[in-house]
């Protein structure tokens, strides 16, 4: 074993002293050959999460400021709004939510189609992703069809997110005292909005790290970077539940003065925790989807497990038991958790070798169908 170690590790720390290890300068393919063997000493795991850190606040940071500033406009008006009173909140929070809803979730998805192809071209340093504006011709749309599946089902998995989560707010407006529900389940809505901005961050690096590291043919690596992610949002999705818990009160008054709304997010709070908590996992489960390419699947699972699960749990308890808007959010709560699990379970039994493979042959498609389109030119 001794000697084995002897063979390895130099790929990480170079000539020298291990001492002299640089995160900076370790390459995936060194470390993709250092994780193949077994066992890694503890002192080498945490230098591995540092090296993958590093890479995951790199890719996410800037993501994660640009979306909080972009989220923090619509945030700020409905806070303004909230003080001109309950019913002016309420109306902003409905016109809110159809505008962000429909947009939001389309884009994202045609955006995610292009995180998976592209990043697995980087990965494998395939030039179909890099090619320079040459003008416009008839051998754009050469190749398009599976590309185009991709964005249709990128956009209807993230759409069937995130209209779930702003349906719950329409539904709640035909509650009795529709005002306060309305005004409660949007102020909670905002605030795990918020926190979403964060996640979708570190779901983008998520993406990226795992589609580079499928199409460089790394599959030790991609798993690796997955644990990563995950263990981040986590700690972070902690902090940020223990912070709502801390100030419930605080944060309602941000929005409104009145005090019924005010005791009704204070009601709510605890179930704004457990989604924040969730939030932590959900969305970089469905960032590592993305970079694997499995949109089409985790689209049926978000169609079975929000609509076909938990809406109806969340409409059966809020209309006819007492929750009210906490029946809403607990029909939320239980199709994000059934979603989450469905995730973990898919994501634990992933075969990281065969995806790898299935990246380049879907690369090899892509580049024989280029190839095929340049000899049909000439």
């Known amino acids: 074993m001794g000697s084995e170690s002897q063979e390895y590790q130099p790929l990480l720390v170079g000539p020298g002293s291990e001492d002299n290890?640089?995160?900076?300068?370790?390459?995936?393919?060194?470390?993709?050959?250092?994780?193949?063997?077994?066992?890694?000493?503890?002192?080498?795991?945490?230098?591995?999460?540092?090296?993958?850190?590093?890479?995951?606040?790199?890719?996410?940071g800037s993501s994660i400021v640009v979306s909080i500033f972009n989220y923090m406009l619509s945030f700020v008006t409905l806070m303004?709004?909230?003080?001109?009173?309950?019913?002016?909140?309420?109306?902003?929070?409905?016109?809110?939510?159809?505008?962000?809803?429909?947009?939001?979730?389309?884009?994202?998805?045609?955006a995610s189609a292009v995180q998976t192809v592209c990043g697995q071209a980087y990965g494998a340093k395939n030039p179909s992703c890099k090619e320079t504006?040459?003008?416009?011709?008839?051998?754009?749309?050469?190749?398009?069809?599976?590309?185009?599946?991709l964005t249709v089902a990128s956009a209807v998995m993230l759409?069937?997110?995130?209209?779930?989560?702003?349906g719950l707010?329409?539904?709640?407006?035909?509650?009795?005292?529709?005002?306060?529900?309305?005004?409660?389940?949007?102020?909670?809505?905002?605030?795990?909005?918020?926190?979403?901005?964060?996640?979708?961050?570190?779901?983008?690096?998520?993406?990226?790290?795992?589609?580079?590291?499928?199409?460089?043919?790394?599959?030790?690596?991609?798993?690796?970077?997955?644990?990563?992610?995950?263990?981040?949002?986590?700690?972070?999705?902690i902090a940020f539940a223990v912070i709502v818990l801390g100030f419930r009160v605080g944060l309602s008054k941000l929005f409104t003065s009145d005090t019924e709304v005010i005791e009704e997010v204070s009601n709510l709070t605890p179930l704004l925790a457990i989604s924040v908590f969730l939030n932590g996992i959900q969305p970089?489960?469905?960032?590592?989807?993305?970079?694997?390419?499995?949109?089409?699947?985790?689209?049926?699972?978000?169609?079975?497990?929000?609509?076909?699960?938990?809406?109806?749990?969340?409409?059966v308890l809020g209309f006819k038991t007492s929750l009210g808007v906490a029946g809403i959010w607990w029909g939320m709560i239980i199709g994000v958790l059934l979603q989450t699990a469905t995730l973990i379970v898919l994501t634990a039994r992933t075969n990281w070798t065969a995806e790898v493979a299935k990246a380049a042959d879907r690369l090899k498609r892509s580049a024989n169908e280029e190839k095929l389109s340049l000899v049909t030119d000439v």
């Open 80 to 110: 303004f709004t909230g003080h001109l009173g309950a019913l002016e909140l309420a109306g902003a929070s409905i016109a809110s939510v159809g505008i962000q809803g429909l947009a939001y979730g389309i884009m994202l998805g045609m």
């Open 21 to 60: 290890f640089q995160l900076k300068e370790v390459s995936s393919a060194a470390v993709e050959e250092f994780l193949q063997h077994r066992p890694v000493v503890v002192r080498w795991w945490v230098r591995l999460v540092a090296w993958e850190s590093r890479i995951l606040w790199l890719l996410s």
């Open 284 to 315: 970089i489960l469905s960032g590592v989807a993305i970079g694997s390419g499995w949109q089409a699947v985790v689209a049926y699972v978000n169609l079975a497990t929000y609509y076909i699960i938990g809406l109806p749990i969340g409409c």
């Open 159 to 166: 759409c069937l997110e995130i209209w779930y989560n702003q």
């Open 169 to 237: 707010v329409l539904i709640s407006g035909l509650l009795p005292n529709p005002t306060i529900s309305l005004d409660s389940i949007s102020i909670c809505m905002n605030y795990l909005n918020w926190d979403m901005q964060f996640m979708l961050g570190l779901a983008a690096a998520a993406s990226i790290r795992v589609s580079n590291e499928l199409g460089a043919g790394h599959p030790l690596v991609a798993k690796f970077s997955v644990f990563v992610v995950n263990g981040t949002s986590i700690l972070i999705s």
């Open 133 to 149: 504006w040459t003008g416009f011709s008839i051998r754009a749309f050469s190749g398009i069809w599976p590309y185009f599946k």
